[in-house]
């Protein structure tokens, strides 16, 4: 069955480090990929998607890509803010058939210190 | 994309009670997805419920334990029956949304202990 595996955490950072979160995946069919964000008391939002391979998502300096061929989806960030301390979530949808159902990560932890 | 209200966003209960659990959205969906988050832990999807039919649940939940209603496209609630310390979690509606793949949008959560 399809399924998420990510990078176990906590992660802790210094302010202006480089952030990568490793996220692969096993699906049958062409799932779109996701990653959400869970602030400290907060649900959880949308970071960014893709929905086909070599597809990039970004959003808020963020960025991740699709690949296929590694089944892969890693986050990424240049230079991690304070204000980025927060659980990230990797996820997957199967886009065929009648199986909806978002397929999630266990969640990576991200403290970054000033 | 959708926002969701839903309330209570936490409570404190007394084990052998019930909670029951609202989630409103602001526009009409077909379906609604009840998850928990136990503490440090990922999101596991209770039920995913349909206006107009039974909700179907996960491996793990029974509906005697978490019934659920969905008496219309913007509304669903979730309950939380005889509870148990165990119970304690955080309860998360979600809607889809996009017009590819499946996106998903979540409510604030409702944060319930169970003493």
């Known amino acids: 069955g399809n399924s998420v595996t990510q990078m176990e955490g906590p992660v802790t950072l210094s302010e202006e480090a480089f952030l990568t979160i490793n996220c692969t995946y096993t699906?049958?069919?062409?799932?779109?990929l996701f990653w959400y964000v869970q602030y400290p008391g907060e649900g959880l939002q949308l970071l960014l998607k893709?929905?086909?391979a070599d597809d990039k998502g970004s959003n808020k300096g963020f960025e991740a890509t699709y690949r296929k061929e590694t089944t892969s989806f890693h986050l990424e960030k240049g230079s991690v803010q304070v204000s980025d301390s927060a659980v990230y979530f990797c996820?997957?949808?199967?886009?065929?058939?009648?199986?909806?159902?978002?397929?999630w990560g266990l969640g990576t932890s991200l403290a970054v210190n000033p | 994309s959708a926002v969701i209200s839903q309330k209570p966003s936490r409570d404190i209960c007394q084990r052998g009670t019930s909670l029951t659990i609202q989630c409103q959205v602001d526009?009409?969906?077909?379906?609604m997805f009840w998850y928990r988050q136990q503490p440090g832990q990922s999101l596991t999807l209770i039920a995913t419920?349909?206006?107009?039919?039974?909700?179907?649940?996960e491996s793990g939940f029974v509906i005697d334990k978490f019934p659920i209603s969905r008496p219309n496209l913007t509304f669903s609630t979730l309950t939380v029956s005889n509870m148990s310390p165990e119970d304690s979690s955080i309860y998360l509606c979600?809607?889809?949304?996009?017009?590819?793949?499946?996106?998903?949008?979540f409510g604030q959560g409702t944060r319930l202990t169970v003493v």
């Open positions: 979600s809607v889809e949304a996009g017009a590819r793949g499946t996106e998903a949008f």
């Open positions: 526009s009409q969906v077909t379906m």
């Open positions: 419920a349909n206006q107009g039919s039974e909700a179907t649940y």
């Open positions: 699906a049958t069919g062409y799932p779109s």
């Open positions: 893709a929905t086909k």
């Open positions: 996820a997957l949808s199967d886009r065929g058939g009648n199986n909806r159902k978002l397929i």
